[in-house]
């Protein structure tokens, strides 16, 4: 079966430092990736995704990059990160192609982010 | 603009009070409505895919439909283990669409 791993969980980081959350997916191959992030009273909100290595869309201009090193791992970095970076971000990943559960996503378990 | 409104924000039950959650969209070309469940701190958790108005699925207590403009979470005779966040989403071309979602407490 598949399973997807995200961390840290929580982090605490000051103003300008970097930043780095990381997802796995175990047990597929070649899934869209996508990274999240909710904030309080608003909806999830899509900041990256992926349909290959190496293959990124973004959809948020913002000081937040994405990157695809191997097939099933996805990373989300900052080089400095701002006060409104602060949120939950969640890593997903769905099958590709067409068909009964393409589309469907599967989330991680979130990365609590506060930047102070 | 494509959007996705769901209502009540929030919504306190009574166990074994039977309720529905509301998702209105507008969206140019809707491909599929998903619900799903977010417990606290934790990721969401697919529940349905709706594909066409007129569709109905069910799971235990939850029934998800779908008409051309909204779709419905009906919730039968709630325990307290239902209390979580709704999210439902639309896909609209290749791209997902969530609402903000809606609280659900059931007290016992």
């Known amino acids: 079966s598949q399973t997807i791993h995200q961390w840290p969980a929580t982090l605490v980081q000051p103003v300008g430092s970097p930043l780095s959350l990381e997802c796995t997916v175990e047990?597929?191959?070649?899934?869209?990736l996508y990274w999240y992030r909710q904030a309080a009273g608003r909806g999830l909100q899509l900041l990256f995704y992926s349909v290959g290595i190496g293959q990124i869309s973004s959809e948020v201009p913002q000081n937040l990059s994405a990157s695809r090193p191997q097939d099933r791992q996805f990373i989300l970095s900052s080089k400095k990160l701002l006060l409104s970076d602060s949120g939950f971000y969640l890593c997903a990943w769905s099958r590709g192609g067409q068909g009964a559960g393409a589309n469907v996503l599967t989330f991680g378990a979130g990365s609590r982010l506060t930047v102070l | 603009e494509d959007q996705v409104t769901q209502s009540p924000e929030a919504l306190r039950l009574q166990e074994g009070e039977s309720s529905s959650l509301n998702c209105s969209y507008t969206?140019?070309?809707?491909?599929?409505l998903f619900w799903y469940r977010q417990d606290p701190g934790k990721g969401p958790e697919f529940l349905f895919t709706l594909y066409s108005a007129g569709e109905e699925k069910e799971k235990e207590r939850l029934k998800a439909t779908l008409t051309k403009k909204e779709s419905f979470l009906h919730i039968t005779a709630p325990k307290p283990e239902d209390s979580a966040t709704y999210l439902c989403a639309v896909l609209e071309t290749d791209k997902l669409i969530f609402g903000t979602g809606t609280r659900l407490q059931v007290f016992p």
């Open positions: 047990g597929t191959s070649n899934p869209n």
């Open positions: 969206v140019s070309g809707l491909r599929g």
